[in-house]
């Protein structure tokens, strides 16, 4: 039996055992996590390698020569077109020829439309021809066309508010001027909706002035939609110089009549593809970041600023990252979508292709404003990985890259993956003159300058090869799906 005393011993003897224990699990737990943490961070090793794309790849890089092959050797590529063809046998043949490891193609299903004819006259007070184009979907005129009297509105909104008979019988002409290219999204709607609107209130026809800030003789394309409960009505662009002639003939006090020739017709389902080239990643190869852009361009130019240079730009980041032997932790895939312009297509059909596979998209970020300089970097990522979207922010400050929030939106063809939980990056390209070629038949390669174009292949160099190593995930999946959930409350 034990005595008091050896009770006594014992207990000192359990206390310093019990506190030994819990001292060298305290020491252990503290180094663990400070591991965790190191690991939770770029090494500096990482950083240099990712200083070293940035410097390197701004001078090296592959985005300019792709782009003079694509509006050289295919040109114009209109969704449903044989440019479309073109554009993807070029695509898959020029991944192949980068050295991309793995090259493929997912179909994607769209309804198509041809344009045709495109013309329009002032008949009076003051007869002069215009200078218009179609808009995208658009309906025939009559085989000879149609002529009204033009009833002019600032805005879609003030058309929508005017009475039924102001507008029946009349052709409306929608005189929103875009000032800058932040009012895209405000002036856009005239185009996309226009026409069913101006339908409600018996208008024939529909002509607007170009979303764009341009102030050349050159007309903006564009898609428009009809709605399923109203009559279908042509629909065209005027450029801006003939939408400022117009209104001044219209201040005249003159009725002024407008002649409108369209001959663009539906032209039945065709299939096209995603293109798609992915390098593999070293350790997680299942796992990747997604870059790319758009492949399909309007009919007018030859598609180089909208969008050749976002498909230039990600198939040149990821090809650098290949030809200078570095291969990150996670797959690199660039995707080519099919038909972006008339309806966002090749993004929808990709999604429902990879929907199970949401978790497995380390970060997106599509290239679809232009040829560069990228000017910010935002993200949305889970909280844990916002140290890692600080360094990666750190080495690319030198190129004049701003932060941003962690709120991003990736693109066009990407903003549904976004929605989907996939973790996400907007490199927001500088547009200030996109819109003075954008869907025009001035989109052409001559506008492009090697220094803006090789500053966005190099930022997207380093984005894709950071995203790439990261060592943890960014959240893509129910994480983040959480995060957007809990946003819509």
Request: with cysteine.
């Amino acid at each position: 039996m034990f005595n008091r005393k050896d009770v006594q011993r014992l207990k000192k003897t359990g206390l310093a055992v019990l506190t030994s224990c819990l001292l060298t699990s305290t020491i252990a737990f503290a180094s663990a996590t400070k591991e965790n943490n190191k690991a939770a961070v770029f090494s500096e090793k990482e950083l240099q390698t990712a200083a070293w794309i940035r410097d390197a790849a701004r001078t090296d890089n592959l985005s300019y020569k792709i782009l003079e092959s694509l509006t050289t050797e295919v040109g114009p590529r209109m969704a449903g077109s044989p440019g479309d063809a073109l554009a993807v046998a070029w695509a898959e043949a020029k991944f192949k020829e980068l050295g991309f490891d793995k090259v493929w193609k997912e179909p994607v299903t769209f309804p198509s439309w041809k344009r045709g004819i495109e013309k329009a006259e002032i008949t009076a007070p003051f007869p002069q021809a215009l200078v218009i184009t179609a808009l995208g979907n658009t309906v025939a005129t009559p085989q000879n066309g149609l002529t009204a009297e033009l009833v002019e509105f600032a805005t879609l909104k003030e058309m929508q508010a005017a009475p039924i008979d102001k507008v029946r019988g009349k052709i409306v002409f929608i005189n929103h001027k875009m000032q800058n290219s932040n009012e895209y999204g405000l002036v856009v709607p005239g185009r996309s909706k226009g026409a069913s609107e101006a339908a409600r209130k018996g208008a024939v026809a529909i002509v607007i002035r170009s979303v764009g800030t341009d102030s050349h003789r050159l007309p903006h394309t564009g898609v428009m939609t009809y709605d399923a409960d109203v009559a279908q009505i042509p629909a065209a662009a005027m450029s801006n110089p003939d939408a400022d002639m117009v209104a001044r003939m219209i201040k005249r006090g003159k009725p002024v009549t407008l002649k409108l020739e369209i001959s663009a017709s539906a032209a039945g389902t065709y299939t096209s593809y995603n293109v798609i080239g992915e390098m593999t990643g070293s350790e997680l190869p299942n796992e990747y970041v997604l870059i790319g852009g758009h492949l399909d361009s309007w009919d007018l130019g030859t598609g180089a600023i909208d969008d050749g240079a976002g498909c230039a730009i990600t198939m040149a980041a990821a090809e650098f990252i290949k030809r200078s032997g570095l291969r990150p932790k996670r797959s690199i895939r660039v995707v080519l979508f099919a038909n972006e312009e008339q309806g966002l297509f090749g993004g929808k059909a990709y999604l429902a292709a990879h929907q199970s596979q949401i978790a497995r998209i380390q970060a997106a970020a599509e290239a679809d404003l232009g040829q560069g300089p990228v000017t910010k970097m935002a993200s949305f990522v889970r909280a844990e990985a916002l140290p890692l979207v600080k360094q990666m922010h750190t080495v690319l400050a030198p190129l004049g890259i701003e932060a941003g929030d962690n709120n991003a939106f990736p693109g066009p063809d990407m903003g549904d993956l976004r929605m989907a939980g996939a973790a996400s990056f907007g490199l927001a390209l500088k547009a200030d003159d996109y819109f003075d070629l954008h869907h025009t038949p001035d989109d052409t390669f001559d506008k492009i300058e090697p220094a803006r174009i090789n500053q966005a292949a190099a930022t997207y160099a380093v984005f894709a090869w950071m995203a790439a190593q990261a060592p943890m995930s960014f959240g893509s999946g129910a994480e983040l799906l959480s995060v957007i959930k809990a946003a819509k409350k």
